[in-house]
């Protein structure tokens, strides 16, 4: 038979690939990620060759021993196996930065974690060093003397507390513990549970947990093939020059090196069953300045507004109290009075309440772009309280001028007082729509969903999705990704119709539910997604189809495939969801530290006004993440949900999260 060139950079699923490809054809579905399992294998096949070459060689004193023989059948195969061990590495190194001397400095104190993976640097660097030098060796061995040979094969193979066996062996303990402990207790898993845990290292490595495990499964991996293949190659050198026949010394060896794969490669499997498959997006490195990129805002929902008591009731009248106003419209306009000054609010105003009863209101510039969604910078009572004061210093003057707002008396008895009211305005300047349309993969294509994000076009929130062509195995075509596009419209347009193609939001009906729609069964992928109303709450479904994992052929798309949302869900049904409340939050992207999950799956939060002391309530908060949520690689998933993020006392963000599909666990199974 033909020995097959060893390819060993493919990823995963070119096996599967090339049921329905022809190897020749070349090519790779994802060059970044190294297919470990398969590079196990081939070194473990490649070897096994070297082998049948030695032992069927004639017996022949007058040529070179074939160590030495760097031309001979032997030694090319070997090169050609440590080509592909050092391109994987190389391949690794580019797409997992991730080192364990960097990885080392994730973990912020010194803990016994710390100490165990200074112990396996140090044991790591020692392989490394060899590896080095019996490369070096092989290409030089006309020079080489048998002598030093022999030095180096002895090193690597005989018994002992210094060899490389030995240093093999306890590196393996160290990572992955004894077959009989728990997978829970090895380090590796700690290192998992630990990355999970820690938000900082996630956003480093830009990378979902199962991911991560799988990237640093191969580091630990490779290392392990490389000193296989020294003592494989220490073996032969001992016995070409005539020190035994070692047979069963290699069968302990090799026995050992399986046990420790299988075994490896059973932790691994146990971590990837236990750990999560959900990829959300950090911060971008400073929100500044990334308005309408990195994200976007609802604006004018319930904005801070100023208006005279005077001015809330049909009588003029001034009978009652600030607070006695909850939902009410501006009614008139009192001559000389603040309401001449500034833009009338024609929607309804809600929660007035007294603050003081004189101030100086400062407008804010509206035709300066950043500012566009407010209408005042800040408000200055003579009581010295300031709303809106955070970043600006007390003595900045007001850049429009500054009106003055003055409480009066009327009738001796009553106080004409100014209130604080929250306006909710429908105008062009108050972005509130949210898509309601289905967005569907080209299922007829055999497209599947593989990322997503918000995106605001012509005022409309719409959740874009990413599309890709599925292949066997839940992986997806890389060369095929593109987003889908969106089907835009003009919230205007009189065809256009708030409740069928879109959202808008309002006082009684701004709530986000945040959900992660996911399902455990892995003949479904998502080929859609849509928000819909419930219960006046915006409410993400996501469209499931069944797939052949052989073929990789989505089965009757058209007909077969089902919408769910979390309501579906059996854990649910009894369980009201959850509040989540923002307590006077300060506007999202003044927060100097990085957003963390703060959501659970059945909760909800409305869209509310930004604190009041903070930001006079002139913005709508949460605001919303635009970064796209695509892993990589792209991959099948089995479900998408509405988080959100933030830090206490910030208004933080919605965003998008997706589920990948669990291909790993299929893959790595025996
Ligand atoms: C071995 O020789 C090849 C070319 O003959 C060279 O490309 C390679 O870098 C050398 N390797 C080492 C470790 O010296
Ligand atoms: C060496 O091993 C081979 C089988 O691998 C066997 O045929 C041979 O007899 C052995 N030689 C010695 C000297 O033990
Ligand atoms: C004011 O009058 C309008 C129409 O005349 C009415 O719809 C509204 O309810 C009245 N508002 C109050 C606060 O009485
Ligand atoms: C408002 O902003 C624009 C553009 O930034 C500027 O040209 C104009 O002078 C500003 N007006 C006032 C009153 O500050
Ligand atoms: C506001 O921003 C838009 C788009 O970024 C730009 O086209 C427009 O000129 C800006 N307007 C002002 C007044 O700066
Ligand atoms: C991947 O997609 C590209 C572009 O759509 C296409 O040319 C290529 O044949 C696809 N590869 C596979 C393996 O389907
Ligand atoms: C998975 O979904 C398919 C299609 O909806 C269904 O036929 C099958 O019974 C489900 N399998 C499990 C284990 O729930
Ligand atoms: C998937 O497709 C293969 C090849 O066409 C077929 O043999 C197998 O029965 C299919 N599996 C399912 C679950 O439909």
Same mark, same amino acid.
């Given at each position: 038979m033909?020995?097959?060139?060893?390819?060993?950079?493919?990823?995963?699923?070119?096996?599967?690939?090339?049921? %329905?490809?022809?190897?020749?054809?070349?090519?790779? #579905? #994802?060059?970044?990620?190294?297919d470990i399992i398969k590079l196990i294998q081939e070194v473990s096949e490649g070897v096994q060759i070297v082998w049948n070459l030695i032992d069927n060689a004639p017996v022949d004193t007058s040529k070179l021993p074939i160590v030495l023989d760097k031309h001979g059948e032997v030694m090319r195969r070997m090169d050609e196996l440590n080509d592909h061990i050092q391109h994987s590495e190389k391949l690794q190194a580019e797409y997992f930065a991730m080192t364990i001397e960097t990885l080392k400095h994730e973990f912020h104190t010194e803990s016994l974690l710390t100490h165990k993976l200074s112990e396996i640097e140090d044991m790591t660097k020692v392989i490394a060093k060899h590896y080095r030098y019996m490369t070096e060796v092989q290409n030089f061995t006309d020079k080489l003397d048998a002598f030093t040979l022999n030095n180096f094969a002895e090193w690597c193979v005989k018994p002992g507390s210094n060899s490389l066996g030995y240093?093999?062996?306890?590196?393996?303990?160290?990572?992955f513990g004894e077959p009989e402990d728990k997978s829970e207790s090895s380090l590796f898993a700690q290192m998992m549970a630990n990355y999970e845990k820690d938000e900082s290292q996630i956003c480093t490595a830009e990378r !979902?947990? *199962?991911q991560y495990a799988y990237d640093l499964f191969t580091k630990l991996m490779l290392t392990e093939l490389k000193a296989y293949l020294m003592m494989e190659f220490s073996w032969m050198t001992l016995r070409e020059s005539g020190k035994g026949n070692f047979t069963l010394e290699m069968s302990l060896m090799r026995r050992n090196y399986q046990e420790r794969i299988t075994h490896s490669k059973q932790v691994l499997l146990d971590v990837m069953t236990r750990?999560?498959?959900?990829y959300w997006r950090c911060d971008p490195m400073n929100w500044q300045s990334k308005l309408g990129v990195s994200y976007d805002q609802v604006t004018r929902l319930l904005q801070g507004y100023v208006e005279n008591e005077v001015n809330l009731n049909n009588d003029s009248s001034c009978f009652q109290t600030c607070e006695d106003y909850t939902d009410v419209r501006s009614q008139g306009c009192i001559a000389n009075e603040l309401c001449t000054k500034q833009p009338r609010c024609e929607g309804r105003l809600h929660s007035c309440q007294f603050i003081?009863?004189?101030?100086?209101?400062? *407008? /804010?510039?509206a035709t300066s772009n950043i500012t566009s969604s407010r209408r005042y910078d800040y408000i200055q009572f003579n009581n010295g309280r300031r709303l809106g004061q955070d970043g #600006?210093?007390?003595?900045t003057v007001c850049a429009t001028g500054g009106d003055l707002a003055e409480s009066w008396s009327k009738w001796i008895f009553w106080r004409c007082n100014y209130c604080f009211c929250l306006c909710?305005?429908?105008?062009?300047?108050?972005?509130?729509?949210?898509?309601?349309?289905?967005?569907?993969s080209d299922y007829q294509r055999n497209m599947v969903v593989t990322g997503a994000r918000f995106v605001k076009a012509q005022r409309v929130f719409h959740l874009q999705l990413q599309q890709g062509e599925l292949l066997p195995g839940g992986l997806v075509n890389q060369s095929s990704l593109a987003w889908i596009p969106l089907e835009l419209y003009d919230v205007s347009n009189v065809d256009i119709r708030n409740g069928y193609d879109y959202h808008k939001l309002n006082y009684n009906s701004r709530a986000m539910d945040l959900d992660e729609i996911a399902v455990d069964n892995d003949t479904l992928v998502v080929t859609g997604a849509r928000f819909h109303v419930l219960n006046n709450h915006l409410n993400l479904e996501v469209r499931f189809s069944t797939f052949n994992f052989t073929t990789g052929h989505l089965i009757r798309p058209d007909v077969d495939s089902i919408w769910l949302g979390n309501d579906w869900r059996k854990e649910h049904q009894d369980k009201p969801r959850q509040k989540l409340m923002l307590y006077d939050p300060q506007v999202s992207t003044k927060s100097a530290l990085h957003s963390l999950p703060l959501s659970k799956d059945n909760q909800y939060m409305e869209f509310v006004s930004s604190s009041v002391d903070k930001d006079a309530a002139q !913005?709508?908060?949460?605001?919303?993440?635009? *970064?796209? =949520? =695509?892993?990589?690689?792209? =991959? %099948?998933? /089995?479900?998408?949900g509405i988080y959100h993020k933030g830090r206490r006392g910030f208004g933080g963000f919605f965003a998008p999260k997706v589920v990948t599909y669990n291909f790993w666990e299929k893959l790595l199974a025996p």
């Open positions: 033909r020995f097959k060139l060893i390819m060993s950079v493919k990823f995963l699923m070119l096996l599967f690939a090339m049921m %329905s490809l022809k190897p020749s054809s070349g090519i790779s #579905i #994802i060059e970044d990620v190294v240093l093999t062996d306890a590196l393996h303990s160290n990572i !979902s947990p *199962q750990i999560g498959r959900v003081g009863a004189d101030m100086t209101v400062c *407008q /804010s510039n #600006i210093e007390v003595e909710d305005e429908e105008s062009l300047l108050s972005d509130r729509y949210f898509n309601l349309r289905d967005t569907l !913005s709508t908060v949460p605001f919303i993440d635009l *970064q796209d =949520v =695509v892993p990589n690689p792209a =991959v %099948s998933l /089995s479900g998408l």
